[in-house]
T-cell receptor
Framework: GAGVSQSPSNKVTEKGKDVELRCDPI?????LYWYRQRLGQGLEFLIY????????KSGLPSDRFSAERTGESVSTLTIQRTQQEDSAVYLC??????????????FGPGTRLTVT | KNEVEQSPQNLTAQEGEFITINCSYS?????LHWLQQHPGGGIVSLFM???GKKKHGRLIATINIQEKHSSLHITASHPRDSAVYIC??????????????FGKGTKLSVKP
């Protein structure tokens, strides 16, 4: 694929429902990141996958948030029992990062989540 | 105090002006990223630096590890440079890499 893709592009859900957001990274990229950007706010780190290492979950805001990645491919971010404060754009990025070296990150277009 | 501080928060310039955006950080890092967020929301990585200086077209990024400071320069600015510029640092934990911390961004508007 040409770049990082995310789906859906927009999601409106009712408070209390669960949502799943999907990210397809660039083929061959070992690292995958999830970020959140609330309206008018800066980017917040959520979680980082790198190769077969245990993911860095230090940015997840609560136990309602979880993410999985299958090998070096697709990742899903799941938000359970959504709250209105979860409304944000959720961005995914991938890179060739290794545990010791950083490389350029390529961002997807984001999923705009609105919790009503 | 935020671990990553950007200045200025907002910047308005006339087309053709030389622009500088600054980023200071207070933590140990393995790398620093400069990102550009377009008005439509899309994010593009401009530079990833761990030392020295990089140049791409009209954009130049520098980093001083000792002073924990980086600058992004735009020469001959153009209205299409109008965007939010974001500084992000990659934390360093004893040689291994940690997560990223973002600055709040600098909103640049270049007038024709």
């Amino acid at each position: 694929g040409a770049g990082v893709s995310q789906s859906p592009s927009n999601k409106v859900t009712e408070k209390g429902k669960d949502v799943e957001l999907r990210c397809d990274p660039i083929s061959g990229h070992t690292a995958l990141y999830w970020y959140r950007q609330r309206l008018g706010q800066g980017l917040e780190f959520l979680i980082y996958f790198q190769g077969n290492s245990a993911p860095d979950k230090s940015g997840l805001p609560s136990d309602r948030f979880s993410a999985e990645r299958t090998g070096e491919s697709v990742s899903t971010l799941t938000i359970q029992r959504t709250q209105q404060e979860d409304s944000a754009v959720y961005l995914c990025a991938s890179s060739l990062d290794t545990p010791l070296s950083s490389y350029e990150q390529y961002f997807g277009p984001g999923t705009r989540l609105t919790v009503t | 105090k935020n671990e990553v501080e950007q200045s200025p928060q907002n910047l308005t310039a006339q087309e053709g002006e030389f622009i500088t955006i600054n980023c200071s950080y207070s933590v140990g890092i393995s790398a620093l990223h400069w990102l550009q967020q377009h008005p439509g929301g899309g994010i593009v990585s401009l530079f990833m630096l761990s030392s020295g200086k990089k140049k791409h077209g009209r954009l130049i990024a520098t980093i001083n590890i000792q002073e924990k400071h980086s600058s992004l320069h735009i020469t001959a600015s153009h209205p299409r440079d109008s965007a939010v510029y974001i500084c992000a640092v990659r934390l360093s934990y004893g040689g291994s890499q940690g997560n990223l911390i973002f600055g709040k961004g600098t909103k640049l508007s270049v007038k024709p």
